[in-house]
């Protein structure tokens, strides 16, 4: 338990003694404050016409007025160290938030390098694949080429074969017009023939 504290302190060019558990120093500042508003009071005009009870009255209205604008003060200091605190708190939910999405996105970045790597390595098997089918399209260009130039020379024998099949078709028809003419002038002179049998037959009767 603190002990209390005897201190003689002088206010208004009196002594007296002042009893406390603060601090000597802090009692001296006591009356050092109140011996700073004796020597406002004295300044004023009217201080030496006021009875010691008024003067005394308003001294205390004026230390009381001090203190609830300090008091007023000290609240407004305390709610202001409250804002900053808030505002404190939120920076530091905002840092850690922030530090979140920055650990969020490291672990995005990981995964699309984890994606580009898997990309790039079929790409890689995309090119081989790419190579081996251009060799294989080298290969079949080469076959068509080939196939191109025998097909070339099928059709220019087709070509040919197709002009005898049309001139053999022209002498066909040419033969069988012969022919028509002469089964034709067989057909007459048999029936000539006939006829002049006919005829024997009839004279010999």
Not at 101 to 108: D, F, P, W
């Amino acid at each position: 338990m603190k002990n209390k504290n005897d201190v003689e302190v002088l206010i208004n060019g009196r002594k007296y003694t002042i009893c406390g558990f603060e601090s000597a120093e802090y009692l001296q500042k006591v009356a050092t404050y109140i011996n700073s508003k004796f020597m406002e009071f004295k300044d004023k005009d009217y201080y030496y016409s006021l009875d010691m009870d008024l003067r005394n009255i308003l001294l205390a209205v004026n230390i009381a007025d001090d203190y609830f604008k300090a008091k007023k003060e000290a609240w407004n200091i305390q709610q202001e160290n409250e804002r900053k605190d808030k505002m404190v708190l939120e920076m530091k939910h905002e840092v850690l938030d922030s530090q979140s999405g920055t650990e969020k996105v490291g672990q995005e970045n990981e995964a699309l390098k984890g994606d580009l790597e898997e990309a790039e390595k079929k790409i890689v098997e995309l090119n081989v694949k790419n190579e081996d089918n251009m060799t294989k399209v080298s290969e079949l260009e080469e076959k068509l080429s080939k196939v191109e130039a025998e097909n070339s020379g099928n059709v220019a024998r087709l070509e040919d074969a197709g002009k005898e099949y049309t001139e053999l078709k022209a002498k066909l028809e040419e033969t069988e017009k012969e022919n028509g003419e002469l089964k034709a002038k067989i057909e007459a002179a048999e029936r000539r023939i006939t006829d002049l049998e006919n005829r024997n037959r009839r004279g010999k009767r």
